[in-house]
């Protein structure tokens, strides 16, 4: 495995981290506080970095399952950061987001859970 793959999947890692962490903190305090805001944005950072490296370090096709999953999540995850910073922004930290808001939030976290656990399985399936 070359090297810019290696940093992708750490980065990749980093990434689920902060992505549980950021809703964990969205589902208890329902509102755009610092660590919410910072989570998601640090989450969103390192999926992008990871996704680049992924994209450079590999020889394959760019739109497998894998692939097309990742890039919908990735899509989903930084629409969902505009959004909190939108409603950080017009609403202040005080407001609480609304239903859908969160709603979305843990579907995209699914999504982006699927396009992990895709990349875990294509991982271990190559390693056998």
Same mark, same amino acid.
């Given at each position: ?18 992505? !549980? $962490?950021?809703? *964990? ?11 919410? &805001?910072?989570?998601? /944005?640090? #989450? ?13 370090? !590999? $020889?394959?096709? *760019? ?11 990735? &899509?989903?995850?930084? /629409?969902? #950061? ?18 859908t808001l969160n709603r979305n939030s ?6 982006? &859970? ?11 399936m190559n390693h056998l």
């Amino acid at each position: 495995m070359s090297y810019i793959i290696i940093t992708g999947v750490i980065l990749i890692h980093i990434a689920l981290v902060l992505y !549980t $962490v950021f809703i *964990y903190k969205e589902h208890k305090y329902k509102r755009a506080t610092k660590g919410v &805001l910072g989570f998601i /944005t640090a #989450a969103v950072l390192f999926d992008i970095t990871a996704t680049g490296c992924m994209m450079v370090g !590999t $020889v394959e096709n *760019y739109f497998t399952l894998h692939g097309i999953l990742g890039y919908s999540a990735l &899509l989903v995850m930084v /629409t969902d #950061a505009v959004f909190i910073w939108r409603h950080k922004l017009s609403f202040g930290s005080e407001m609480p987001f609304s239903k859908t808001l969160n709603r979305n939030s843990k579907l995209g976290y699914v999504l982006w &859970l699927a396009a992990f656990f895709t990349g875990e399985m294509i991982a271990f399936m190559n390693h056998l």
